[in-house]
């Protein structure tokens, strides 16, 4: 293992010049007897580029509820996450959540630098090349940490979101993927998460609470109207989201076949389902029907079947879709009663539905569809499992999180100035505008 | 002269606009203006968070006339812009000092 490192330290030397970088590929990148199957390749390949794309729609989908003199600070956000984490992915956070398991807990540096990550497919994914299982979960790691800016947008400095993103991915998201996805302690444990239930919005939600909790809520919060300033670009962001959440969650089959097709069925019904519920209860409730409430709920529907899309099949997902737009809109509704200002509701959607999710897979998990059962087919560990995972997962998250942005705000200060907050993040941290009359 | 400034609904402004070039006034100026009286805002609910919207939107149109001209204008706004619900709006009436055409110079009534 040493000298696998030393290697890798090598050959990140080289990563400088271009020549060295076609060096080092030749021994790595060499194709040998295992050929990956072209299919699955393809899907792999267009599922990445699926789930790339629902960041840019992130930022449309967050851009359009902040107020306009925020708009460009809020959409940057999401879109700096992806060369920022993209780079760290490649150096470190694959190799610490996928790279050899040390003691279940996190993946040792021997893939540092992606070293002997090369076209051979890996035990993650047997029939695609590990570069295409790399750069797919890659994606996955980007829109992570910036589903969280919602908690916090509007009041967050630039510099310390930079540094907050890259100390979370690295300090959360990989952990939590390597227990999970990587063959750490959870995996072991039994606990599933086909898409990201937990890996992705449990993490990312519950480190949303977390923030909200810390940087505290904006200026003038529940006092002056701060309504979206354009939901027609956060309905566009939407349609892009929803869009890419079949890369997401079918791409995760890691294959194209009879398991890719059921996971983008189920998706698409969570998804129907947790919209139409979720304009019911509106409807009832505030006595009209809101695109805004439309758009949430079908966020909502898609992110609590996410860590359901391979294990259950296409009623049970419409079970979990109706919980997710009921549920999540009781959390949304709740938001003003208990205090914090999670601006985006970025829990309320995320963390509530990634929870929800995760329960639900517990509970429909079909061994017809994936090989394990759940509570309904009657197997109870598997929902005491997922409940560990919760548990664990949310626990971990919160505290690390709160840890981290302690640490950043004694280093450089989460918050902008009130002069900057009043003005507008996107004039005085950015020079620019959005909208010019 | 006399300058009639209305605060009207937003769907009321073409026929007010007619009403009022059918009696000869041949210029106005429309402006879309945020404002409250004793109508007061309305609740707006985003995500299950209320916000109140204390400015309602409206049209705001001046017309510059001659003294004479006054009564009939009123007359004319008040029946195109009046619907009998709360939020129809107010008339203000100012004395007009001077008017000048900027392209030839002329004043006063000649240059309205």
Redesign the interface.
Known sequence: MRKNYKLSITNFKFLISAIGLLMIASPAFAAEATKPDTGDTAWILVSAALVMLMTPGLALFYGGMVRRKNVLGTIMHSFMAIPIISLQWILIGYTLSFGPDISGFIGSLEWFGLNGVGLTPSHYAPTIPHLAFMIYQGMFAVITPALISGAFAERMKFSSYVIFILLWTTFIYDPVAHWIWGGGWLAKLGVIDFAGGLVVHVTSGISALAAAMIIGHRKGY?QD????HNLPMTVTGTAILWFGWFGFNAGSALSSGELSTMAFVTTHIGAAAGTVTWIIVEWKH?GKP?M??AA?GSIAGLATITPAAGFVGPMSALVIGIAAGSIC?IA?????KLGYDDSL?AFGVHGVGGIIGTIGAGLFASAAINGINGLYFGNPQQLINQLIGIGAVAVYSFVLCAIILKVVDALVGLRVDEHTEVQGLDIVLHGEEGYFI | MKMVTAIIKHFRFDDVRKALTDIGIVGMTAIEVKGFGRQKGHM???????????FLPKVKIEVAIPDEQLDKVLDVILKSAKTGDIGDGKIFIYDLQDVIRIRTGERGEEAI
Do not use: A, H, Q, W
């Open positions: 529940l109207s701060m309504p979206p505030r809101t805004f409430g949430t809109y949304l509704n709740s938001k003003t509701d | 707006e609910v985003y995500r299950g968070v209320e916000y109140e919207v204390r």
